[in-house]
């Protein structure tokens, strides 16, 4: 139905900045929410930030003035601008595409996960 392709993530110092992006493709005429989550070793996964197709975008707390989601709808992909990066930033980045209407205009309410990308911040 819909597939994710994450790119970006990498190795940086502390105070660093990298760019994640993700792109959708599949029989997509629109997605409702697309965005990105993390897991550190030995923790759950957690939001890092959801931009909806309306309403506000949401960040955690722990990411905010620091992350910068946005999206190219036109083009189906997501980024994630991360700056000042730091060691506890460090884990797997997961890109999520929560919901969307294929081409038929058919609605679909799953959730869909790419596969990942490591993110280190280390001196």
């Known amino acids: 139905q819909l597939q994710l392709v994450e790119s970006g993530g990498g190795l940086v110092q502390p105070g660093g900045s990298l760019r994640l992006s993700c792109e959708a493709s599949?029989?997509?005429?629109?997605?409702?929410?697309m965005g990105w989550y993390r897991q550190a070793p030995g923790k759950e996964r957690e939001l890092v930030a959801l931009?909806?197709?309306?309403?506000?975008?949401n960040y955690a707390d722990a990411v905010r003035d620091r992350f910068f989601i946005s999206r190219d709808n036109a083009k189906n992909t997501v980024y994630l601008q991360m700056n000042n990066l730091k060691s506890e930033d460090t884990a797997v980045y997961y890109c999520?595409?929560?919901?969307?209407?294929?081409?038929?205009?058919?609605?679909?309410?799953?959730?869909?996960w790419g596969q990942g990308t490591q993110v280190t911040v280390s001196s």
């Open positions: 599949g029989p997509i005429f629109s997605i409702f929410a």
């Open positions: 931009k909806p197709n309306s309403g506000s975008t």
């Open positions: 999520l595409a929560r919901g969307f209407l294929d081409s038929e205009r058919r609605a679909y309410e799953n959730d869909f």
